[in-house]
Structure formats: C-alpha cells, structure tokens
C-alpha cells in the first residue's frame, strides 16, 4: 500500500514539474494578440511602467464602455487603467487587481458593481485558479503557433494601448431612460460566493494600501433600485465605499437617446465623457494623486493623449474642456 502511494505521489510530481515547464513555454511573451495573448486591452496594463498607475478600474464592458483614462490624465494628470473583459466576473476582477499589484501600486481599486451578480460556480472558480498557477491549463492552443520567441525565459510586453483600457464608439441608439430602474423584475440576490469574494477583494487591497471603491455605471438595462438597494447593504456591512451613478441624475444627467451606443445597456463616448468629468472631479477633490503631466517619466501618457485626440477627431467626436 505505501509503496502505491509513493508512486501515485511521484507521479503527481513528475506531472505538476511537466506542466509547471510547458506553461512557462506555452505563456504568452508579448502582450499582443498574435502571440497567443487574451484579453489584450485588460492585459496591456502590464507594458506599463512600473509603478506610474494610480487608479485600477477592473469590471465588465460598463466599465470600459464608460470611463476615459485619457480625459482622466488631460484634465488632471493621474493615471487610471480599465482593466475590464466582457462578461468579467469577480475571480476575474480579483485575478487583473493581482497581476496589476505585481508591478503596481495603484492607491484606489474601482469594482464596477454589474459582475457581482454575475454567478460563478465553484469549478470556474477552481479552474481560473489552476489557471494561475499552472498557465498551460489556459493557453494549451498555443503549441499550434508556437515560435523561437517562446524559448526565450523573459517576457517583453511591449504594446502598449493608448486607450488605457477604454472602448470608444460614437454610435448613437436611444433608450427610453431612466423609467425603467423603477424595477426590471430582476433578480436582485447577490449570490454568497460573490460577497465572500468582494470581501476578499477588499482585503487584499488593503494589504497593498490601496482603497477599494464600488462602482455603478449608468446602465437601463441591467440596474434598478432593487439591485441598489443591495449593493448598498454589501457595502455597509464591509465598510466599502459605494457610488452608483444611475442615481446621480442631476450630477451626471445622461441623456438616454444621445448618450448610450446600444438602447440603455452601455454608455457612447458622449455619455462616457459625463462619467468621466463626474469620477475625475471625484478622484481629484480626494488630494491622493499628484499631477504627473510634466514627469518625463510619463511621456507615453502624452503620447497617449494624442493617439485618443486624433481618434476623436476622426469620428467627429467632442471632448471635455
């Protein structure tokens, strides 16, 4: 019998070391897309300099369809990151504020709210969790494209997106507003995981000083009251701070047939643009961050800003003052 489990152990061990070394071979060396790299407008934050990004903002699409980064550094000259995937969920979230706090030191961490509803059940979490640890588990494809490139023990992230996270667009299609957050009949029951995982979102910024902060994006289509009211008491009882924005109508005043691309469900860069003055003003009146704007040590930042600039002058599209 302890001669079987010796060699069940050895072959767990043998196994581990095999895939411990083809998922340093199999992971992405560069963060571009043709090189086997996911999600890479979330990922990109990890081509930026170390420490120079002051504020994370890690969610699903309401979070990169309605915060600009770049409006964020013309106006002030502080530094944010949308680190947000479609359908993002709180593993996720929690996994991009680990990678980010690797060779960051970001002072607040904002949890866009929609993804703590979003379910997770216990094998997708064990699953995001060996993919950590083993990466080989996530990127076994890549063996089909494999070059010389992934031999090499270092990885070069060298693109760096200009955006800083954000999806722009300039479509316009009109949602009858704010009517329907008097209640959608959705289910407004936040499951437990995600609260045990918020709670441990929180620690875990704290352990690196950072502040976390929960925010609601104006969305008709996946908020009402209900959800609020919820979230409200999640972040009461762990002492998080908590904006929800499709309250704030007087302070944001979102024209729902001008500023959403899709029928009320994400924000158009018009109705980005109105978030971002409102979360910029915010993060500015909390005296945390320095204005890095005359820092050589950020001139890609500036570089940026004229990438997003001619963007916006190629579709025709306003700007803040």
């Not at 699409?61 to 479609?86: D, H, L, N």
């Not at 709180?90 to 993804?115: C, G, H, R, W």
Request: proline residues 2%; charged residues 30%; glycine residues 4%.
């Amino acid at each position: 019998m302890k001669i079987k489990i010796l060699k069940v152990v050895c072959f767990n061990l043998i196994l581990l070391a095999i895939l411990a070394v083809l998922s340093h071979y199999l992971v992405p060396k560069n963060n571009l897309s043709k090189d086997g790299m996911e999600d890479v407008s979330a990922n990109s934050i990890m081509a930026e300099k170390e420490n120079t990004i002051d504020i994370l903002v890690v969610g699903d699409s309401e979070a990169y369809t309605s915060i600009i980064p770049m409006e964020i550094w013309k106006k002030y000259g502080f530094t944010s990151y949308v680190c947000g995937t479609a359908a993002q969920v709180l593993p996720d979230s929690m996994y991009f504020t680990y990678k980010t706090m690797l060779t960051q030191k970001p002072k607040i961490v904002i949890l866009e709210a929609d993804n703590i509803y979003k379910t997770v059940d216990v094998n997708d979490s064990f699953e995001r969790l060996i993919n950590i640890v083993l990466p080989v588990t996530q990127y076994h494809d890549r063996w089909k494209t494999i070059n010389k490139n992934d031999f090499k023990h270092e990885v070069d992230y060298r693109f760096i997106n200009d955006l800083k996270g954000y999806d722009f667009s300039g479509k316009i299609a009109e949602s009858d507003g704010y009517n329907k957050l008097a209640g959608l009949g959705m289910d407004n029951t936040i499951p437990n995981s995600n609260k045990i995982y918020v709670k441990l979102l929180k620690k875990y910024c704290e352990s690196h000083n950072a502040e976390l902060i929960i925010l609601s994006t104006p969305s008709t289509v996946n908020w009402d009251y209900e959800k609020h009211n919820e979230i409200q008491k999640l972040a009461d009882k762990e002492k998080i701070e908590y904006i929800d924005l499709n309250i704030l109508r007087d302070e944001i005043n979102i024209d729902w047939k001008k500023d959403t691309r899709d029928g009320g469900d994400h924000l158009n860069h018009s109705g980005a643009l109105k978030v971002t003055e409102f979360l910029g003003k915010y993060l500015y009146n909390k005296n945390m961050f320095k204005d890095h704007r005359n820092d050589k040590h950020y001139k890609t930042w500036d570089k940026g800003l004229k990438h997003y600039e001619h963007l916006l002058e190629e579709n025709n599209a306003c700007t803040s003052k």
